[in-house]
Each structure stands twice: as structure tokens, then as C-alpha cells.
T-cell receptor
Framework: DQQVKQNSPSLSVQEGRISILNCDYTNSMFDYFLWYKKYPAEGPTFLISISSIKDKNEDGRFTVFLNKSAKHLSLHIVPSQPGDSAVYFC???????????FGTGTRLKVLA | AAGVIQSPRHLIKEKRETATLKCYPIPRHDTVYWYQQGPGQDPQFLIS???????DKGSIPDRFSAQQFSDYHSELNMSSLELGDSALYFCASTPRGLAGGTRASTDTQYFGPGTRLTVL
């Protein structure tokens, strides 16, 4: 039973345009969410996070939006750069144990 | 800045053999998490340790065991290896355990590069 879902396995975007990666979750008890980027042969790298008390968090080119009522979050990357090409994982934190529950990932390809 | 170190980076074993994976957390991080990522899958939580005590257990087979040592490094011991154990094994560390407190960016889990285990 996948509690965190990323329904788009892949996404292609032109350089300079906006990339929007989506994530849905089922457990309304989740209150902290993160996005990680992963290159081949490397571990996941933390990108940005958001607490459920906020609906938006911005860090440079990366913005995460949280819609609690819809149990949906999205990561916006603007402008997209070829170096952003990677697999992006959405994760929710178990509030009791702090372990992460990951989505299945979205492979982003930014075309030059 | 120092990162999480995992060794070995690659490991090839045969069925029914044993393997030991090591994780060295970022200095002053006292909490370690282990995740397993199968081919084309998302990372799945296995087990975590805080201050050398097991703090949570996920989908870790009974054939696997782990511990955290006094220097906070952790080892994942895997016995009677099966073909299905072939995966990437990630270790992550944070500076704060289950003591709670205000959420801070420093509580984010920082991942190591992973160990790729192949069971033949």
C-alpha cells in the first residue's frame, strides 16, 4: 500500500521552462514533507522541505507547495536547467519515528 | 563539509553468503537510518538507531541485523543472502533522535552514496 505516490514516472521539460513535479499522499497524519534529488550512483540529496503549517516554501529556483485538503504537494523548478536532470523523490516523515516514506520517484529530463 | 560515508560502495555475493555494510554518519549526528532501494523502486525504510539503541524497525527481514556503535557508526549484517536482496542500501543520518523538539533543517536526513549489493 503506497502511502506516498508520484504518478508521473518521467517528465521532460525544455531548458528555461518550469518543471512541476507532483506528489500525493494518503495519510492525513503526515505533517512534514521533503523533496530529494538523486543522480545515478549517488545517494538522495535533500532539496527542500515543508511543514504542514505552511502551504509554500521557496528556496532559490525551487518552490514546494502543499495542499493539505487535497493531500497533494508539488515541486516547482524555475527556470529548469540541464543539471536538474535527475530522479526526484517526494518523502513524508512519520511523525512518531521520523522515518521517511518515499514516493516512487519522477525522472526529470531537462532538454537543452 | 563531511558527508555520510558508506562502505563498501559495491559488493557482490553469492546466495546464502553473508554481507556486512557499514555506515559512518556525519560528525555529531547521533541517529542513523537504513533504507533499501530495489531496482525501479522507492527507498524502503529498514531500521533506525538513536544513541546506539534501535529506535524503529521497518521491513527488515529476520536474516538481517544491525547495530550502532559507540562512535555512532552503524553496521547492517545480512545473512543467508537471497537473490531478492540485490538492491541499493542507503544510510542516512541526522543530528537529533527521538528527543523531539522544534523541527529544524538540521533534522533532515542526509544520505550516504549507498552500497550496491548484488547477489548472484
Amino acid at each position: 500500500d503506497q502511502q506516498v505516490k508520484q504518478n508521473s514516472p518521467s517528465l521532460s521539460v525544455q531548458e528555461g521552462r518550469i518543471s512541476i513535479l507532483n506528489c500525493d499522499y494518503t495519510n492525513s497524519m503526515f505533517d512534514y514533507f521533503l523533496w530529494y534529488k538523486k543522480y545515478p550512483a549517488e545517494g538522495p540529496t535533500f532539496l527542500i522541505s515543508i511543514s504542514s503549517i505552511k502551504d509554500k516554501n521557496e528556496d532559490g529556483r525551487f518552490t514546494v507547495f502543499l495542499n493539505k485538503s487535497a493531500k497533494h504537494l508539488s515541486l516547482h523548478i524555475v527556470p529548469s536547467q540541464p543539471g536538474d536532470s535527475a530522479v526526484y523523490f517526494c518523502a513524508a516523515e512519520d511523525s512518531g519515528t521520523y522515518k521517511y516514506i518515499f514516493g516512487t520517484g519522477t525522472r526529470l529530463k531537462v532538454l537543452a | 563539509a563531511a558527508g555520510v560515508i558508506q562502505s563498501p560502495r559495491h559488493l557482490i555475493k553469492e546466495k546464502r553468503e553473508t554481507a556486512t555494510l557499514k555506515c559512518y554518519p556525519i560528525p555529531r549526528h547521533d541517529t542513523v537510518y537504513w533504507y533499501q532501494q530495489g531496482p525501479g523502486q522507492d527507498p524502503q525504510f529498514l531500521i533506525s538507531f538513536y544513541e546506539k539503541m534501535q529506535s524503529d524497525k521497518g521491513s527488515i527481514p529476520d536474516r538481517f541485523s544491525a547495530q550502532q556503535f559507540s562512535d555512532y557508526h552503524s553496521e547492517l549484517n545480512m545473512s543467508s543472502l537471497e537473490l531478492g536482496d540485490s538492491a541499493l542500501y542507503f544510510c542516512a543520518s541526522t543530528p537529533r533522535g527521538l528527543a523531539g523538539g522544534t523541527r529544524a533543517s538540521t533534522d533532515t536526513q542526509y544520505f550516504g552514496p549507498g552500497t550496491r549489493l548484488t547477489v548472484l
